[in-house]
């Protein structure tokens, strides 16, 4: 019996035309004074595996069309998935008559005319034709050497592709398609002292090797059996990319310059105004973002259309500039800027077994788990380390040892910079999902505050 | 876990504003428009979505599926966000689609669709069906489920009295505009936020054994943060609106609020938290308001008792759990002191979880998780139920699912998530104040804030919202950067004293998530107020 033809439509989406043609429609029916649309389709399709076989999995497609009505200050935003004509021409309707009742905005902002964009590159096909027989493949590479090693394995296979569309009534137009696509794995001992976390991501599927990724959670499942206790305090830490990346992202989320200037941030400065160039982290360090970076490829616009280009938000540990919205940016006097997009962090030349072989006693950490803030006047975070925590002594890895709590901010961590590896990117969402893009290096780092202990495997 | 619910309006506008792709899958960011009038509205509940799920339900059949279950979902929301004299954003959103369910030789497949047409359903039910048999790749325990009663007609709403969508809009943008002045009028307040949310969900659920249940489920949550900054612009404070929860209730819930009334006091406490003193570390006696100590249960009762957690299915990411292996928690296992009695149900009236019938279309029950201290049950769903058929069998109760389906939107799979989760109150008739009176040398901690615990839930860190210090039975003045450090056992049967039922309040989150992809989770917490002796308590204060 032959294979029947597959009814998945993975790589389902508005093209270009099409959706030029959802926003000249809505464009169409607009009578306000501006009028906005933001239009974003694609599927999305997962298999999840837990104790050694697939146990949920998912594909769906949905197109949403979010048009955004502007009567002199006022404004309202409407949003559906229903994309019928009759259905655009209500959504417009509502849009309008939600801007008539809304109060006036002092500081409303025009939408912006026509825009140049950098072309964009970040599609991959191997991700948006990836079918659920292929996950199903994934997810064995990983699920069969850990039932043959008596081990048991859970993880997560996603991906996605999709376009977005950006259009305005005065003749801006943007579209960009865009994929991506994540596979995570933990992998336990059956007794339950031993656990190992493993994960990779990319715009393109085929830069995931699933069955590597396996073998490196099934060796430090194995390796992390029977962790013993040690006393929190300040550490010496030896950081993966991953457990760096779910730390150095947050520092994005803390870049609003309208909150510095207003006196409640990190990046306010005592009397007022910002730290705008003032050294607050280490010289070796440099974050950008940038929708080109071949590792973490975005779109080149924003929601409102903005196009999106190199952003260098701080350079050898001096802060050149935060976050503007358009608003902000005109009170200020200086061009807008925006978080979000692609993160990246500047590396050096050691690999994490140099970071390792140099330290003298000290923490070897996979990643991080529930963090969440503490104090927003140090960036202050607490959570824990998870899946894979490891005693360094004379520069070997010796044994496991028990997870712990921190309360710790990336700021006093990039000032504590011991020596940085090459910088890659990782999957530095908590959940598993795509996320932003996010790209580090390991790094070690002195004094690394560890409040408690954890009987958590 | 537990985002908050100022992380989840936080995301849920920048999904509104942004054009990533991170926000395009999630139905739960998803929206939908305020139609004009109701007649235009797309209904779930209308003749045609019955005949459709049918369609869907004979489409996996006749694909070979020996069980089906569809839900078609039309759900909107309405976002209103300001800060001072402002406001900053309006967004309506409408999301209409539906997922098909299906079981092809104890395999599942799921597949969903925002094309609600007679092709798109039936082309998806066979993807769903396609997808289940490249699930069985290396099967080693099939799904079996537990039995339930179909049916074939149920109806349940929401106790909403007001529709949020009924009510103007001009209104409820002129109420936050009101209520930020009153906070503005405090001196020392510089800056406020304040929202609204609402939600509504019409779902019709059908399954190959006979069910049609159509549901209709509101929520609403108002909120306000007021954030004080000192003078040399050297500190600043914040006080978020925890004394209002989030509710599964119409606009009446927002009127009941009285944010204009309330405001000046929130303002009040964030320029009082200023010239607060900081913590000493230590150990102290801990008394814990309900609008707190909701949040506690949630991430250290209510989560580690998910039967899934126990059996390891979500290592990946939301973590396991230290009640387990189930076989030698049940009824040997002390949570707490013999006075600890908590509660799984999704009754109680205007609560976040309340349902008629579960995504598994069961009927949910109310049950004691921790009977007496000792752990009693676990929250289940039709295919886990049957996990536990020893320890039922054993007790001569049913084996039954406790109706603990739920999936976020039509485009996502239903799973195992948590019902309200509830401390249920003492017997002796006392309240905060009494138990404050009974304390000699403690801190008294109002409202949630910092969250963050394990993924097996045994250590866990919380904050909150007001920080008082206790002498002798009195508050003798305010405390900031306070944080205690917990291990969840020895923290439960260090509780002491327990409130009695006068002192019963409802807490809860809509942004209780778990699952891969995260879903999120709406959710009650009742409890009363508490005493725990001798907790750890760090300061959370740093120099920059």
Same mark, same amino acid.
Request: glycine share 8%.
């Given at each position: ?111 912006? %005319? ?8 970040? +599609? ?88 590597? @990724? ?99 938000? /701080?350079?050898?540990? /001096? ?63 607490? %959570? ?37 590896? $090459? ?35 | ?91 309506? $959103? ?59 007609? %149920? ?118 938290? @200023? ?10 006696? @801990? ?103 020893? +320890? ?153």
């Amino acid at each position: 019996m032959s294979a029947p033809r597959s009814l998945s439509v993975p790589a389902r989406y508005l093209s270009r035309e099409e959706a030029r043609a959802v926003a000249d429609r809505v464009l169409g029916f607009a009578t306000a004074d501006e009028t906005r649309v933001n239009i974003s389709s694609g599927g999305r399709g997962n298999t999840r595996f837990a104790v050694n076989q697939i146990s949920t999995a998912g594909d769906n497609y949905d197109a949403t069309v979010s048009i955004r009505s502007v009567i002199g200050k006022r404004s309202g935003t409407v949003t559906t998935n229903k994309l019928d004509e009759e259905s655009l021409r209500r959504a417009v309707r509502t849009a309008e008559q939600l801007a008539r009742l809304a109060p006036e905005d002092p500081e409303a902002m025009p939408e912006l %005319g026509a825009q140049r964009y950098e072309a964009d590159n970040a +599609w991959s096909d191997s991700t948006a034709t990836l079918s659920p027989t292929a996950r199903a493949a994934a997810v064995q590479s990983i699920a069969a050497p850990s039932r043959t090693a008596e081990l048991i394995s859970t993880g997560y296979l996603e991906h996605q592709a999709g376009s977005d569309t950006v259009a305005n009534s005065r003749g801006l137009f943007a579209y960009g398609r865009n994929t991506g696509a994540v596979l995570t794995t933990t992998i336990r001992t059956p007794d339950g002292t031993g656990s190992g976390w493993a994960g990779g991501v990319a715009n393109d599927w085929s830069r995931i090797d699933a069955a590597a @990724l396996g073998a490196r959670a099934l060796e430090k499942a194995k390796r992390s059996q029977n962790p013993v206790a040690i006393e929190p305090g300040r550490y010496t830490v030896v950081l993966e990319p991953t457990a760096v990346g779910n730390l150095v992202q947050l520092l994005s989320r803390a870049f609003s310059a309208r909150s510095a200037d207003e006196g409640r941030s990190f990046f306010s400065k005592a009397g007022g105004g910002t730290k705008i160039g003032e050294r607050v982290l280490d010289p070796r360090v440099t974050l950008v973002s940038d929708p080109h970076d071949e590792r973490a490829p975005t779109n080149t616009f924003t929601g409102d259309g903005m196009p999106v280009t190199r952003t260098t938000w /701080v350079e050898n540990g /001096v802060v050149k500039t935060l976050a503007y919205d358009r608003y902000w940016a005109e009170q200020k006097n200086v061009e807008p800027t925006q978080a979000g997009g692609s993160f990246i962090m500047s590396g050096g030349d050691a690999s994490l077994e140099e970071l390792i072989a140099s330290t003298e006693r000290g923490i070897l950490v996979t990643r991080f788990w529930y963090i969440r803030p503490v104090d927003p006047r140090t960036i202050l975070y607490t %959570g824990l380390t998870r899946d894979g925590t490891f005693l360094i002594e004379n520069g070997k890895v010796t044994r496991a040892v028990k997870n712990l709590r921190f309360n710790e901010s990336p700021v006093f961590m990039l000032n504590n910079l011991e020596g940085l590896g $090459r910088p890659e990117r990782v999957s530095a969402s908590e959940s598993g999902g795509v996320g932003q893009g996010v790209v580090v290096p390991p790094i070690k780092v002195r004094d690394f505050n560890f409040t408690s202990l954890s009987d958590a495997i | 876990m537990a985002s908050s619910r100022r992380d989840f309006l936080r995301s849920s506008t920048a999904l509104a504003l942004g054009a990533g792709i991170a926000g395009r899958a999630s139905a739960q960011g998803l929206s939908v428009p305020h139609w004009p009038s109701a007649s235009a509205v797309p209904s779930a509940v209308d003749p045609h979505a019955k005949e459709l799920a049918l369609r869907a339900l004979d489409a996996a059949r006749s694909a070979g599926a020996q069980y089906a279950d569809v839900r078609i979902t039309a759900g909107r929301t309405q976002n209103i966000f300001t800060r001072e004299r402002r406001v900053a954003g309006i967004n309506d $959103r409408e999301t209409f689609g539906f997922g098909v369910r299906t079981l092809v030789d104890g395999a599942w497949g799921f597949a969903a669709s925002s094309d609600v047409t007679a092709e798109e359903v039936t082309r998806v039910a066979r993807q769903a069906v396609e997808q289940a048999r490249a699930n069985r790749a290396a099967q080693l325990r099939p799904v079996t489920l537990a039995p339930t009663e179909p049916v074939p007609n %149920g109806v349940w709403r929401a106790p909403a009295r007001i529709d949020p969508f009924d009510v103007d809009l001009q209104d409820k943008a002129e109420l936050l505009l009101a209520a930020n002045e009153a906070a503005l009028g405090v001196k020392g307040a510089r800056f406020v936020n304040s929202s609204m949310f609402f939600l509504r969900d019409e779902k019709t659920y059908a399954n190959t054994e006979g069910s049609v249940i159509t549901q209709t489920i509101y929520r609403a949550q108002p909120s306000m943060t007021v954030t004080a900054v000192s003078s040399d612009m050297a500190d600043f404070q914040s006080r978020q609106s925890t004394d209002i929860q989030p509710m599964g209730r119409g606009y009446e819930h927002v009127l009941d609020a009285k944010l204009v009334e309330t405001a000046p006091r929130w303002a009040d406490e964030a320029v009082q938290k @200023l010239s607060a003193k900081s913590v000493d570390v230590g150990r102290y006696d @801990l008394v814990l308001h309900p609008t707190h100590l909701w949040l506690t249960i949630h991430e250290a009762i209510a989560h580690p008792t998910e039967l899934d957690r126990a059996y390891g299915y979500e290592a990946n990411y939301a973590g396991t759990s230290f009640v387990s292996p189930p076989e030698e928690m049940l009824g040997k296992f002390r949570y707490g002191p013999e006075f600890m009695n908590v509660q799984g149900d999704r009754s109680q009236e205007g609560s976040l979880a309340a349902c008629g019938w579960d995504d598994d279309g069961v009927k949910p029950d109310t049950f004691l998780i921790i009977k007496n201290g000792v752990v009693n049950d676990y929250q289940t769903t039709r295919e886990q139920a049957l996990w536990l058929d020893w +320890w039922y069998k054993q007790q001569n109760r049913p084996v039954r699912s406790h109706g603990c389906s739920y999936a976020q939107s039509w485009a996502d799979v239903q799973f195992q998530r948590m019902p309200n989760v509830s401390l249920l109150p003492g017997e002796q008739d006392i309240g905060w104040d009494d138990i404050i009176a009974a304390t000699d040398r403690g801190i008294a901690i109002i409202g949630d804030g910092s969250f963050s615990i394990d993924q097996q839930r045994y250590n866990a860190q919380f904050g909150g919202q007001l920080f008082y210090e206790i002498k002798g039975g009195k508050i003798v003045g305010m405390l900031k950067d306070v944080a205690y450090q917990i291990r969840t056992p020895e923290f439960w049967n260090a509780m002491d004293m327990l409130g009695g039922e006068k002192s019963y309040e409802l807490g809860g989150a809509f942004g209780d998530g778990k699952g891969q992809p995260a879903q999120s989770n709406s959710v009650s917490h009742g409890c009363v107020p508490t005493r725990h002796r001798q907790i750890n308590i760090i300061n959370t204060g740093r120099t920059a």
